[in-house]
Nanobody, 124 residues
Framework: QVQLVESGGGLVQAGGSLMLSCEVS????????MGWFRRTPGKERSFVAT????????RYADAVKGRFTISRDNAKNTVYLQMNSLEPEDTAVYYC?????????????????WGQGTQVTVSS
């Protein structure tokens, strides 16, 4: 059984930083692209960032480019999202997901395993 467990969310002031972690069990992530998505109340889930299986390719949503960094440690079967210069608009539930292939992308339909999410709240 594949499980993804996010952690690291919380309440932070605007301009602050948080690092989210996603620990995966039941599947070695070393052969899969990984991604982060987020959902705000009343909105669809949206793409945040993705990273390829070796960590050499990454892609970001325009809204977070230059502020967020996705990384991975295949030996620990864990993916990270470093979030800097947080803004109130970043408030959301953040989800980690495992892609079907080695190269992740922005299409949530191509991710076959998802975590339960972790809440990030940025106060102004």
């Amino acid at each position: 059984q594949v499980q993804l467990v996010e952690s690291g969310g919380g309440l932070v002031q605007a301009g602050g930083s948080l690092m989210l972690s996603c620990e995966v069990s039941g599947r070695s992530i070393s052969n899969y692209g990984m991604g982060w998505f987020r959902r705000t109340p009343g909105k669809e889930r949206s793409f945040v960032a993705t990273i390829s299986w070796r960590g050499d390719l990454s892609r970001y949503a325009d809204a977070v480019k230059g502020r967020f960094t996705i990384s991975r440690d295949n030996a620990k079967n864990t993916v990270y999202l470093q979030m800097n210069s947080l803004e109130p608009e970043d408030t959301a539930v953040y989800y980690c997901a495992s892609h079907r292939t080695r190269i992740g992308n922005m299409d949530s339909r191509q991710y076959d395993y998802w975590g339960q999410g972790t809440q990030v709240t940025v106060s102004s």
